[in-house]
T-cell receptor, first 114, second 114 residues
Framework: AQSVTQPDIHITVSEGASLELRCNYS??????LFWYVQSPGQGLQLLLK??????LVQGIKGFEAEFKRSQSSFNLRKPSVHWSDAAEYFC????????????FGAGTILRVKS | DAGVIQSPRHEVTEMGQEVTLRCKPI?????LFWYRQTMMRGLELLIY????????DSGMPEDRFSAKMPNASFSTLKIQPSEPRDSAVYFC????????????FGQGTRLTVV
């Protein structure tokens, strides 16, 4: 079965500092991996996705993520965090073998201090 | 496209009443998902449809929950009778069923059962 682990429930970083949010997945087939962001009271917005090719993918708002098959990880990074990045971030895994349904991690709440 | 449209945005109902949540997916998408989000359980997939056919409803918590998709542009999630523990944010998402495609989320319906 698919599963996604986001080990950090909360992370606080200073504005301008770099950010890395961790995501590990458990999956037997070829996964598609996603990062979504959710602001309070809003739906989920796609930041970036990986399904093949270059293992370093670029997304919106200056985010990037690297797929490491050997570590079953898909960590999200940003070199310099802005106060507007404060939100909850979700990693998700999907696969054609499972009808493209997405399984989400528990989420990481990012706080940005000025 | 206006994106995935959910209605109502907020619903407050009394225990025992029937509740119907509605979703209009993005035109051309052939997969539709219903998720429930709570603090305790995070984002849970309740049910998903491919080409209007329910594929996996293993996430539906009880027989009190039912979902339909009578056509490609409309889906409902019904709870009858509702209970306070059903209070949550319910999200509808749609995607085009293909390799590596992402799901697009609606704004959600915040349900409060008192």
């Amino acid at each position: 079965a698919q599963s996604v682990t986001q080990p950090d429930i909360h992370i606080t970083v200073s504005e301008g500092a770099s950010l890395e949010l961790r995501c590990n997945y458990s999956y037997g087939a070829t996964p598609y991996l996603f990062w979504y962001v959710q602001s309070p009271g809003q739906g989920l917005q796609l930041l970036l996705k990986y399904f093949s090719g270059d293992t370093l993918v670029q997304g919106i708002k200056g985010f990037e993520a690297e797929f490491k098959r050997s570590q079953s990880s898909f960590n999200l990074r940003k070199p310099s965090v802005h106060w507007s990045d404060a939100a909850e971030y979700f990693c998700a895994v999907g696969s054609m073998e499972y009808g493209n349904k997405l399984v989400f991690g528990a989420g990481t709440i990012l706080r940005v201090k000025s | 496209d206006a994106g995935v449209i959910q209605s109502p945005r907020h619903e407050v109902t009394e225990m025992g009443q029937e509740v119907t949540l509605r979703c209009k997916p993005i035109s051309g998408h052939n997969s539709l998902f219903w998720y429930r989000q709570t603090m305790m359980r995070g984002l849970e997939l309740l049910i998903y449809f491919n080409n209007n056919v329910p594929i996996d409803d293993s996430g539906m918590p009880e027989d009190r929950f039912s979902a339909k998709m009578p056509n490609a542009s409309f889906s409902t999630l019904k709870i009858q009778p509702s209970e306070p523990r059903d209070s949550a944010v319910y999200f509808c998402a749609s995607s085009f069923r293909g390799m590596g495609t992402e799901a697009f989320f609606g704004q959600g319906t915040r349900l409060t059962v008192v």
